[in-house]
């Protein structure tokens, strides 16, 4: 199934709705351990993810260099990932 563009920016709002917790418009380390932690359980995957690989994971997807994800990050990792079956 493929998404709209339309459908991705939803989602991206809602995300950034649910853990942007200091309403920055960016989601800091702490705030995307939290997103992570609660899509692996949503998963059932028994696993937690730690500083190191949160750190890996923003730096990875980090295209303004801040250290922080915006919106406009977010949402082409979720362009990627929900579009690339």
Known sequence: MSYSDQQIRDAVDAVFKAFDTDNSNSLDANEVQSLINAALKHMNANRQV??????????AVDSSGDGKIQKPELFEIFKKVLNSK
Not at 50 to 59: P, R, S, T
């Open 50 to 59: 730690n500083a190191d690989e949160i750190a890996k994971f923003i730096k």
